[in-house]
């Protein structure tokens, strides 16, 4: 296969259905959170892997360009490796799917086992291929421009890193606590915004893009990090997890009163500690 984007495409077809098989035989659809990280990863290891095959090509970068390269490629492992262990540790603590896939299920029929291939497999994996674009056109590039692009995105990606991580680690202590079922998480990064792990993906996303610029990137695919703040923002991330917390945890109302939404800021005056 001579052109990398559609190399890149097939393998994610290919990473995502194994995802969908494993999901049938187990009957979860939720399995495809921890696949969701490692899969740019493997995006970014098929575009260097047919980068290197074709290294005696006349547009094939130095030797130079491919340890600058790393950069990317490390940001890119560093990040979808760790969400994914993450949510894998997380997805194998819980009995039963995750309530947004159990919905989906009851909304469908018979036949959901193969509908989620298409509604919910498929679909991540086209939605994974169209964001991780920058990283790989950055891959396949042999330019760079400012180095102020590598400069911000760098200090944007290890912000919206450590934001990630540790707002999952609080959270999965907190979680780990059975007096905590029905109580809200407003204590260390969460006393700042609602969502410190949706916001430090965002971070992480425009961070990638900036420094996927830096190698080369066209600025068009400026469409992979607002896709992702959407979806964070307003779909998948914020939108839905808020759509029926006030039901099930009693003092979000009051959290919602005194913490910011996404964007991390110091809480209200009159902020207390939820019980």
Known sequence: MNHPLLLSACVVLIYVSIAWLISAIISRADIVDPFWGPGFFVIATTIVMFQSSNHLT????????????????????????RLGLHLLIRWLGEKHEDRRYAAMRLQGNERWWLHSLFTVFWLQGLIMWIVSLP???????????????????????????????????????FRRSTDNAERVLN????????????????????????????????????????????????????????KDIRSRRPGYEEYI???????PWFPSNDYTELQ
């Not at 360009?65 to 490796?81: C, E, K, M, P, S």
């Not at 692009?149 to 760098?154: C, K, R």
């Not at 993906?201 to 190698?215: K, M, Q, R, Y």
């Open 58 to 81: 006349a547009h094939s970068p130095t030797p130079g360009f491919l340890q600058l390269q790393n950069v990317l490629l490390l940001a890119t492992a560093i990040w979808g490796l």
């Open 135 to 173: 990283i790989q056109f950055a891959l396949l590039d042999n330019t760079t421009r400012s180095e102020l692009w590598l400069l911000v995105g760098v200090i944007v990606f290890l912000t919206g890193l450590c934001f990630e991580t540790i707002g999952d680690w609080q959270l999965a202590r």
């Open 187 to 242: 204590t260390g990064l969460w006393r700042y915004t609602r969502h410190p792990n949706y916001f430090g993906d965002f971070a992480v996303w425009w961070g990638l893009f900036a420094i996927s610029i830096h190698f080369g990137a066209p600025v068009w695919t400026v469409i992979s990090p607002l896709i992702m703040s959407w979806l964070l923002m307003k779909f998948s991330g914020v939108g839905m997890l808020e």
């Open 257 to 263: 009163r005194q913490t910011s939404t996404f964007w």
